[in-house]
């Protein structure tokens, strides 16, 4: 459930929970409206959480330096194995 989805929830929640008036036998509208919002809420804290770990960067290899100067590649060829 992404973003979205959360938010979703949140908003049909607090619509039957404030925003209603309508009265059925057996299902109490402003409990699932509650339960539907806590739900949308603990899937924002989750999504968000989630989210910072996708956004921490991690620093890529640095590349061999041989001795001339020039940056090593392995090809496949060069090193032995192509041959």
């Known amino acids: 459930m992404g973003l979205g989805g959360c938010i979703i929830l ?13 009265h059925m036998n057996g299902v109490n509208l402003d409990l699932v409206g ?16 989630i989210a910072q770990r996708r956004r921490v ?15 090593h590649h392995h090809d496949g060829y060069r090193d032995g194995y192509g041959m």
Do not use: H, Y
């Open 10 to 22: 949140i908003a049909v929640g607090a619509i039957l929970t404030f925003a209603t008036d309508w």
């Open 57 to 71: 960067v991690v620093p890529s290899a640095t590349p061999v330096i041989e001795e001339d100067g020039r940056p």
């Open 34 to 49: 509650i339960i539907l919002m806590a739900v949308g809420l603990i899937g924002l804290a989750t999504f968000s959480g």
